[in-house]
DNA sequence: GTCTATAGAGTGATAGAC
DNA sequence: GTCTATCACTCTATAGAC
């Protein structure tokens, strides 16, 4: 067979940004072809269910991405006063660095949104309700009382300043959220 | 001529919720069809530019009821150290019936995700900032330090709220924001 | 009769599925 | 590449308020 043009991991990669860039809806097999270099015949080699099977490709990546690199690190923090905070500081680091500063949306917020909600509605709320509950289990651990509530008010502080850097076209606001954010975090800690 | 099936209010109403369900992009002809029982004759009859200018219509329209019953009033507040928490009081408790307690999303922030946000970009980065700014102006004069970041914080928050309550498929969260934020805003006035 | 809101068949282009 | 369905949109025609 010939050699495959791109890995899975960087097709799956160009599909996120397609999503992102133009929604579920928007995405067109055109754009995606585009985007990949594949043909449509590639494309259905790789996702026989079409786009139903490439953004759900592409969210249980996002999903794992999340898990390794944000609410693994929050669950496995230890009971030393000064780990929560370390462990909520990695966290925006990595979000920011996710979000690449606020030039890249959310996907699952996204998704969220509009109508494709009820076809990804399982992925969606799973990937807020553990990115919520890993967050407040380690603010727990570090001795906040209404832990649940901030962890909410935070992850819902993200989607936010995604949303508004996006139509402020503002970059700049996303990353004085992220602190105004942290910030409210580590008062509590403290 | 023939009486009008629905009122133009009626018809942009309509149309902000077919455009709120399904995105721009997913917001078909058909689906307009069928959710505003026009044709496309009628619809082209009302707007000549088709689905832009629709979408144009229900910003205008999106625009102006904020612009009455949000920033005008944040902007009109007096001097008295009770009016700016009154204002914002009334901001939250407006904002929570636009947003029918998290069932409705906001247009505005959905627009700005997708790539939609390019046509309309003028329109949604000025929602943005002209909420921003009138809330700004309104904690300022309750003595609040860094009014114009709390105003940042608060609008954020909002959509943030929106998004999670959408994803969680929980309205109950809407309101937990709504009251965080509100608490925030009073505690800085205070 | 004029004018406007209606309806909907028909256009070419393009969608996603295969 | 081929397929059918559907897309946004055009056009012609009619109904009815003035």
């Not at 606020?102 to 996907?107: K, P, S």
């Not at 990937?127 to 570090?142: K, N, P």
């Not at 503002?170 to 975090?185: P, S």
Request: glycine share 10%; hydrophobic share 50%.
């Amino acid at each position: 067979m010939p050699a495959a043009l791109l890995s899975r991991d960087d097709l799956i990669a160009r599909l996120g940004d397609v999503f992102r860039e133009h929604g579920f809806e928007g995405a067109s097999l055109s754009a995606i072809t585009a985007a990949t270099g594949l043909g449509k015949g590639s494309l259905y080699n790789h996702f026989p269910g079409g786009k139903d099977e490439m953004a759900t490709a592409v969210l249980a990546h996002v999903d794992a991405w999340f898990e390794h690199e944000v609410y693994a690190p929050l669950r496995d923090t230890g009971r030393d006063a000064e780990d929560p905070r370390q462990a909520i500081a990695a966290m925006f680091a990595a979000v920011d660095t996710y979000f690449r500063g606020g030039g890249r949306i959310c996907l699952v917020g996204a998704f969220a949104l509009d109508a494709t909600r009820d076809r990804f509605a399982a992925a969606v709320q799973d990937y807020f309700v553990r990115w919520i509950a890993a967050l407040a289990a380690c603010l727990r651990r570090g001795g906040v009382k209404h832990a649940r509530a901030l962890a909410e008010t935070i992850v819902a502080g993200i989607q936010g300043a995604l949303v508004l850097s996006r139509a402020l076209n503002d970059t700049a606001a996303f990353g004085r959220q992220l602190r105004q954010l942290q910030h409210q975090a580590e008062s509590a800690l403290a």
